[in-house]
C-alpha cells in the first residue's frame, strides 16, 4: 500500500499472482507477475496481464524553502489514523513528513507491516502509543517526547494508543511501499537488538535526563542517538528554548534534508539573509533550503525538533 498517508494503490500478492488496485477513474483490471522481461498483454475480457522488472528509483532532494502553519487540514489514511501534510512540495519527492493523531484511544486497526524506506522516524508528540517492533522483545509504550527510528523493512505493529495521540513521522523516500505480513508473530522472533537492517539500528530514545546538554544562554540540547543508530544517515535533535533565547541552524549542505517543528511554545525564524518568517506557534514546521541557515527567537518559552537526513545515496 503506497503512500501510506493518502493511500492510491494497493497490491495484493498470493499464489503467484499480484493484483494491483489502483484508485482513480476506471480502467482495465491490472494482473502483474514479477520476473521475466518487460511484457504487457490483454486478455479477450480486457485483463491486462503485466509482466514487470522495473525497480523505483529515489528521487533526488529537490530542495527548498517550506513553511507550513499548523492550521493545514486533515485527511483520513492508513488503519484509519488522520494525517496532515507538514512538507506539501515533499521536496521533489523525495522526503515525506506526516503529523499523523487519533482522536480516540484504544485498540488500533493495525496488523503486522513493514516499510520499504531507507530512513523513517515516529517522534511522539502527545499522549501514548503502544507498539510492537520484530526482535525487540515485549510491546512498550512510546510517550510524549520520545522517539523510535524504524530500519528498512523491520515489521512492526501499533496496537493501542491513548486519546488525543499525535506523532510525527518522518520518511526517506517520501513514496515508499508498505506491505502487510499478516502471519508475522512477534513473540516468536528471537530478540536480537544489536541486529542491522541495511546498516542500520533499531533506535528508541526515551528523553532520558542524561541525554541533554545545556548550551547556555537559554538553550539545552539533547541528541537522541539517531546519527549512531543510522550511521550518520540521519541525525534528530530537540531543544529546549528559555523566552529571549535564539538558537541557530548553521549553513545546510548539499544533499541534506533540513526540517524545524515547533512542538510547544512560539518563536520567530529568520532565514540567512535576512528574509522573515515571521511568528511561529506549535505545529509550524520549517524546511531549511540546502545552502542556507536560519535562526529562531523564542517569544516564550518553546521546544522545537530539528530533523536532519542524509539524502545522498
Not at 477513474?25 to 503485466?50: H, K, M, N, Q, W
Not at 485498540?107 to 530512513?119: K, S
Not at 520520545?146 to 501499533?158: A, G, L
Not at 528559555?242 to 541552524?249: D, I, K, L, T, Y
Request: proline share 7%.
Amino acid at each position: 500500500m503506497f503512500p501510506a498517508d493518502d493511500p492510491r494503490q494497493v497490491i495484493l500478492d498470493g499464489h503467484g499472482i499480484r493484483l494491483l488496485v489502483r484508485r482513480g477513474p476506471g480502467g482495465p483490471l491490472r494482473l502483474s507477475v514479477s520476473g521475466g522481461v518487460d511484457c504487457s498483454s490483454a486478455s479477450p475480457s480486457g485483463v491486462v496481464i503485466e509482466a514487470n522488472t522495473a525497480v523505483a528509483a529515489i528521487p533526488p532532494l529537490n530542495s527548498k524553502f517550506s513553511l507550513t502553519s499548523g492550521d493545514e487540514p486533515w485527511h483520513v489514511g492508513r488503519a484509519g489514523m488522520h494525517y496532515r501534510d507538514l512538507v506539501p512540495d515533499r521536496q521533489g519527492g523525495s522526503v515525506i513528513a506526516s503529523h499523523i493523531r487519533i482522536p480516540e484511544g484504544g485498540p488500533v486497526p493495525d496488523y503486522p507491516h513493514f516499510h520499504d524506506v531507507v530512513f523513517q522516524l515516529i517522534f511522539c508528540h502527545k499522549g501514548w502509543v503502544r507498539l510492537a517492533y520484530e526482535g525487540q522483545g515485549e510491546p512498550f509504550v512510546l510517550q510524549a517526547g520520545e522517539c523510535v527510528t524504524q530500519p528498512p523493512k523491520i515489521r512492526h505493529r501499533v496496537l493501542e494508543s491513548s486519546d488525543d495521540l499525535h506523532v510525527i513521522e518522518v520518511g526517506f523516500p517520501a513514496e515508499h511501499m508498505t506491505t502487510a505480513d499478516h502471519d508475522f508473530d512477534f513473540a516468536a522472533f528471537p530478540v536480537d537488538p544489536d541486529r542491522r537492517w541495511d546498516g542500520q539500528q533499531f533506535l528508541r530514545y526515551t528523553n532520558d535526563v542524561n541525554s541533554w546538554s545545556d548550551l547556555g544562554n537559554g538553550i539545552r540540547v539533547s541528541d537522541t542517538g539517531v546519527a549512531k543508530a543510522t550511521s550518520d544517515r540521519a541525525d534528530v535533535r530537540l531543544v529546549e528554548m528559555s523566552e529571549g533565547s535564539s538558537h541557530a541552524v548553521t549553513t545546510v549542505p548539499n544533499a541534506l534534508f533540513s526540517m524545524v517543528v515547533v512542538l510547544a511554545g512560539e518563536v520567530t525564524g529568520k532565514l540567512e539573509g535576512g528574509n522573515d518568517m515571521g511568528r511561529l506557534g506549535e505545529g509550524a514546521t520549517v524546511v531549511i533550503p540546502v545552502e542556507s541557515g536560519a535562526s529562531f527567537t523564542a517569544e516564550k518559552s518553546s521546544k522545537l525538533l530539528l530533523v536532519g537526513i542524509d539524502t545522498a545515496l
